[in-house]
């Protein structure tokens, strides 16, 4: 019987964050995913506005190990940013929690090192996430992968439209 796996989206300072599973994310200036329409990311008049990073990991659910291993983590996208003139996502994968960074202290500030534009992978170029699980183990698995959205001057006010990213490994 295969693993059920979740993504987690994680929130709060380094060392006492929390996760949850999440299917649906918001990108705005606040450490939380809630699917709302509250603190939305200014257009700015000149630059770059930056929602809070976000950061997700893979998590096995107790009782449902692998058969025997999980691994080849991937990352991408369907190769259109479809959100809009002026918005984009950046990712990348990291060892630590938000990248050793605090979401709550740092805010909208560009992660470091900056991410790559997350719309350059696809299934046929994908991100590769580092880390694997193997029997009879549950639980947090792969490193993190962490995103940000930035919002351009060229950006028009109002929601932007949904995107789907995509996080596969092979299950063995």
Do not use: C
Not at 35 to 60: C, E, G, H, M, Q
Not at 71 to 97: C, E, H, Q, S
């Amino acid at each position: 019987m295969p693993a059920t796996v979740e993504v987690h989206s994680f929130h709060g300072a380094s060392g006492s964050q929390t996760g949850a599973s999440v299917t649906a994310v918001r990108y705005k200036q606040a450490d939380n995913d809630t699917v709302d329409a509250n603190n939305p990311i200014p257009i700015p008049t000149s630059n770059l506005n930056r929602s809070w990073v976000k950061s997700f990991r893979l998590y096995v659910v107790s009782g449902t190990s692998p058969a025997n291993q999980i691994a080849n983590i991937k990352f991408y996208t369907d190769g259109n940013n479809g959100l809009g003139t002026g918005v984009g996502l950046n990712v990348k994968p990291a060892t630590t929690y938000a990248g050793g960074q605090n979401p709550p202290v740092l805010q909208d500030t560009e992660m470091t090192p900056s991410g790559q534009y997350a719309f350059a992978y696809t299934s046929g170029s994908p991100l590769t996430i580092s880390g694997s699980i193997n029997n009879p183990n549950f639980g947090y698995f792969g490193d993190w992968l962490i995103s940000q959205m930035p919002v351009a001057s060229q950006a028009t006010q109002g929601t932007t439209p949904t995107e789907t990213l995509t996080i596969s490994y092979d299950e063995s």
